[in-house]
């Protein structure tokens, strides 16, 4: 972050703190999403419909037809759905 003066430390600091106080919001936004009702998949037999019901929730992007794998599935619910409590990662992991 090119670091080389007291100044540059104060500005990565605050860009660190910035970062920090914006992960919690993005994980409240996502549990509020979670508790909605679960959305019905197109193909629910096609893929890991219970990932596939969170990206659809969390991303508005229906991924129900699309034949992806778990592992898959679940680095774009990281890419694209943002952090998610350990509670909730839990679940679709187990």
Avoid: F, H
């Avoid at 919690?24 to 959305?39: F, M, Y």
């Avoid at 679940?74 to 409590?85: D, I, K, N, Y």
């Amino acid at each position: 972050m090119g670091v080389s003066s007291s100044t540059d430390v104060s500005r990565v600091v605050t860009e660190v703190n910035q970062w920090l106080l914006e992960e919690p919001a993005k994980e409240l936004a996502a549990k509020a999403v979670l508790s909605q009702a679960p959305t019905p998949l197109k193909n629910p037999e096609c893929e890991e419909a219970d990932v596939a019901r969170v990206i659809l929730l969390l991303s508005s992007r229906d991924v129900s037809d699309k034949g992806y794998s778990r592992d898959k599935l679940l680095g774009l619910l990281r890419s694209r759905c943002g952090p998610l409590g350990d509670e909730e990662a839990a679940k679709l992991t187990a």
